[in-house]
């Protein structure tokens, strides 16, 4: 998971607005603030405990300008405060992450940015391929009633979970629909 950080910390910009929708006590929305000067990253939290924690870890790492932090349910905050208005979201939370897609897709401001989504696959590792990933959107986009232009620029196997459990990073990139 460090290296999943770092991966994401090489790729931002400065003035990015993040989202971070499951930041926990806040090891990636950190990472990515120590990584830029002028970038926000609004990280949201359900559990008071881990909640405390990231408070208590914005001010330890003095970046209380950079990690804003949310105490709720971000199925609850991101629609009532996020809706066109962020260029990169983080979804680092395998269990909801067919349901939140959707929701972070609407986040991205004028439809464009990028979604570093986390997923669970029952697959060897010889089928981690593009299909696997297509098949599954195309599967949410059905269920969810929406659909949105993409492209993958990224899939990573960041561990197995399991025999044949994969826990897949997933980097999809959207451009402005035409
Ligand atoms: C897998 S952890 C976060 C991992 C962390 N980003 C890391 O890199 O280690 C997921 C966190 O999401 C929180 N969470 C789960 N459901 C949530 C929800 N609906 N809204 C906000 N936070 C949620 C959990 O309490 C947990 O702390």
Known sequence: M???????????GENEI??????GVGPFSIALASKCNSCVVHSIEINKTAYDYLLKNIELN?????????????FEIVPKMFINSVNRVLLPLPL??????????????????????QITERISSKELREEIII??????????????????????????????????????SFKAPE
Request: charged letters at 20%; hydrophobic letters at 40%.
């Open 18 to 23: 993040i989202l971070n929708f499951f930041s």
């Open 96 to 117: 909801d992450s067919d349901k939140a897609l959707p929701i972070a897709y609407q986040t991205l401001k004028e439809g464009r940015g990028v979604i570093h989504w």
């Open 62 to 74: 003095k970046c209380q300008e950079k990690v804003i932090p949310y105490f709720g349910d971000a």
């Open 135 to 172: 098949d599954r959107i195309n599967s949410i986009s059905y269920s969810y009633n929406f659909s949105m232009n993409y492209t993958i620029t990224d899939i990573r196997l960041i561990r197995w979970l399991g025999p044949k459990i994969a826990h897949i990073a997933v980097d999809l």
């Open 2 to 12: 460090s290296y999943e950080r770092q991966r994401i910390s090489n790729l931002i």
